[in-house]
T-cell receptor, first 113, second 109 residues
Framework: DTEVTQTPKHLVMGMTNKKSLKCEQH?????MYWYKQKAKKPPELMFV???????INESVPSRFSPECPNSSLLNLHLHALQPEDSALYLC????????????FGPGTRLTVL | GQNIDQPTEMTATEGAIVQINCTYQ??????LFWYQQHAGEAPTFLSY??LDGLEEKGRFSSFLSRSKGYSYLLLKELQMKDSASYLC??????????WGAGTKLIIKP
């Protein structure tokens, strides 16, 4: 299995909802990443987990809460989001945090109403 | 500040060659990456350069000059499926990836 999977593919939520994005990889990678990408912009790093511990938090608002239950899974819990949080949320993994190539999942297209 | 510059959009003809340039000013350098991203899809890794020179991989080649803060991605024998955005990213001294805004490449028959 050489891919990163993400669910759901699309998500529409209201500003008072609580939802979660899920990411999974079975390549034995020990680093996992959340990115946010707006249209026609490059990906913006949000969080990095290395060996299931939060390594980097790029000053992301607390309405985004990451969780790494085990080495294969990465969640992003969403609560009280704003319409400007609408974007493509990409998960990626790499063998370790400082290795060269990151493998990206297909993303979750999030719309906040 | 840290800055990556690449053209916003380029157009080329099927079967031709196109060169996408990237210049960077970053706090330190630990490698330069090129990713391809089709509309609505995730980025996919194309190449990695950390030493000066040309890396060739099939129809795609990537060049790096660290002294000039410059890289290019060369695509040969263009195919319609090469229509995509091409993202240049530099890993800085803290090993953080700094991304360019991407170059949208349009291939015409």
């Amino acid at each position: 299995d050489t891919e990163v999977t993400q669910t759901p593919k699309h998500l529409v939520m209201g500003m008072t909802n609580k939802k979660s994005l899920k990411c999974e990889q079975h390549m034995g990678h020990r680093a996992m990443y959340w990115y946010k990408q707006k249209a026609k912009k490059p990906p913006e790093l949000m969080f990095v987990y290395s060996y299931e511990k939060l390594s980097i938090n790029e000053s992301v608002p607390s309405r985004f809460s990451p969780e790494c239950p085990n080495s294969s899974l990465l969640n992003l819990h969403l609560h009280a989001l704003q319409p400007e949080d609408s974007a493509l949320y990409l998960c990626a993994s790499s063998p370790r945090e400082l290795t060269n190539e990151q493998f990206f999942g297909p993303g979750t297209r999030l719309t906040v109403l | 500040g840290q800055n990556i510059d690449q053209p916003t959009e380029m157009t080329a003809t099927e079967g031709a060659i196109v060169q996408i340039n990237c210049t960077y000013q970053t706090s330190g350098f630990n490698g330069l990456f090129w990713y391809q991203q089709h509309a609505g899809e995730a980025p996919t890794f194309l190449s990695y350069n950390v030493l000066d020179g040309l890396e060739e991989k099939g129809r795609f080649s990537s060049f790096l000059s660290r002294s000039k803060g410059y890289s290019y991605l060369l695509l040969k024998e263009l195919q319609m499926k090469d229509s995509a955005s091409y993202l240049c990213a530099v890993r800085d001294s803290n090993y953080q990836l700094i991304w360019g805004a991407g170059t949208k490449l349009i291939i015409k028959p």
